[in-house]
């Protein structure tokens, strides 16, 4: 009982992130609703009768517009409005229905989008869980039958790509946003509950998330196909995934900057401050909006006055959550994933652009950071200062930064933060103590977990540095071998390749195939002769060239893999795997 109080303290005193214990208490109120104390029922139902649930509603300093809150809002103030249809809500003194039927615009506009362009917040290991919750809470609870089956089809959806992306129970791939802690100790993915619970992958885990507590209690039942692709190991697995949108290209989607009912697309993908948004975006937030206020207004100022700025870019944005393709390429022994040529040059967010893994604590990733610390949201580990060039085809993973190119990055651009150019170098992630064997020779440090293994390699002159107090605490280990590598250079060319012994021979023969070999050039341009692949060229203007054939860094398929082919757009997924079969159709 504690914590069903402790979570109605958070919700009354106005804290962000209320709505993820909104949902909790509509859950324990919609399903235990004859269990529970009457006591504990009054004080649950006058918490949901005085929550903010919009903007609007009042002025407060709690986030509602990123992808995740639009959801977690939008079911709960669907959900609890229906509970209590005929009473009076304390912030607006509008009915329950009244707020039932306000959520169920938002809701359902929303709900079309992420089915049609997915999702912004690509293979979020913190935000798919979130938005689980509330899917499944509308999939379950909602009074209308085609909210509940269109939430059910988005959980479904969300399932087939943690199914289809996950190594060993965990989303060990590039994220739309990401976090440090999450990132660098797998364990604490909030996902991988989900995982466990729904097709065995995995450990059991030590904590429990959201959307696994949802899946556990409710009645949502996982289709047979999904579980089965969770369960398939193949020898090799390419996937490709398309989300999101552009904002020049939206109106071809029917998607209109200029229409305020078409806005909270463009905030879910945090691109309030573009040009063709901006003004339409000031017309749809309210001065009670602090967050979200403070950072329209100044960018309505901004480009309303581009012609004074000699240095001016019609998307500011350092939070764009736009267009990406995804690859992912898994076997049973590694899996290597990356957002291909996204946004490169501009500055960063909580992007995770590229990753590979050999399973638990065995990953490489490389960033430019940003000033916070190691940990948290924006930092030293998680995201970008500014964004890479990357491209991945199969096992290997060519990464180009050019931190020194952002002539448009001023204090008066919307969004500057000084922490952007922080660092004047790119680093890698190398947990050598992850590696049963590791070596470092010539431009490479490789290592191997079981059968798999990784190599990270420069042609530029590296440096380890010690390792961090919180970095240790946060692993749960004391004494680490250094793991940050760092390139003293604002242009800087990263490449990674993966193996197993099943194809790549013992470790020392693929230490020694991938050390022969020399990266020649940088980030301008490179080459570099891959020994799985074949020869590989790429630069920051030229692309993306494998065993003499040019590679599509985009795709038209929201879906490519052996199980499905899903144009993107399309609202039906066929998915067959060794013959289980099943059709998810969000009409």
Known sequence: MDHIYATIDHIDSRSDCADFGLHALLRIRYRYQDDIDSEIRSAIDKTLRDAVYWFEDEETEMWFSTENH???????????????????????????????????????????????????????????????????????????????????FL????????????????????????????????ELEPVAPVCYLGWGNGEPPNTLGLGAIALATGDHRIPAAIRAIGRDQPAELLHIERHGLDVEEAPEFGINPKDPEDTLFFWGELVMGHRDVVETALEVCSPNYRLRYGEIEPAVRYHRNQAKRPKYTPDPNNTALTRVNTMTFRTPDYVLSCAQDYRPGTFGFQQHIWQASLGERALVFTNHPQGGPDTSMNSYWACNGVLPRA??????????????????????????????????????????????????????????????????????ETRWCDPKADICELLGLDDLLPYDLVVDNQSVAWICEVGRRETHGPFDEFVENVTSETITGDADSLSYDSPSVGEISFGWDDPFIVDSQKLPLASGARYRDPYCHVSFGETIVTLDVDGVQCQLSFE
Not at 116 to 126: M, P, T
Request: charged share 20%; hydrophobic share 40%; with cysteine.
């Open 391 to 460: 491209a991945a085809y199969k096992g290997v993973c060519v990464v180009l930064y050019q931190i020194g190119q952002l002539p448009y990055l001023t204090p008066d651009i919307p969004g500057f933060d000084e922490s952007l150019a922080a660092f004047p170098y790119t680093h890698a992630y190398v947990p050598r103590f992850a590696f049963e064997e590791w070596v470092e020779q010539g431009d490479w440090v490789c290592g191997r977990r079981h059968n798999g293994y990784v190599a990270i390699g420069t042609p530029q």
């Open 70 to 152: 639009q959801v977690l809002y939008g079911a709960a103030e669907l959900l609890a409005g229906a509970l209590l249809a005929n009473q009076t809500f304390t912030v607006t003194g509008e009915t329950g229905a009244w707020h039932h039927d306000r959520a169920a615009e938002r809701l359902t506009r929303w709900l079309d989008w992420r089915a049609r362009f997915g999702f912004s917040e690509w293979l979020s290991n913190q935000y798919y869980d979130e938005d689980l919750v509330a899917l499944l809470n509308v999939a379950e609870y909602a009074s209308s039958a085609d909210l509940c089956r269109r939430a059910g």
């Open 155 to 186: 959980v479904n959806i969300i399932c087939y790509e943690l199914a289809v992306n996950s190594f060993e129970g965990h989303l060990m791939t590039t994220h739309g946003r990401a976090y440090a802690d999450a990132v660098l100790n797998p």
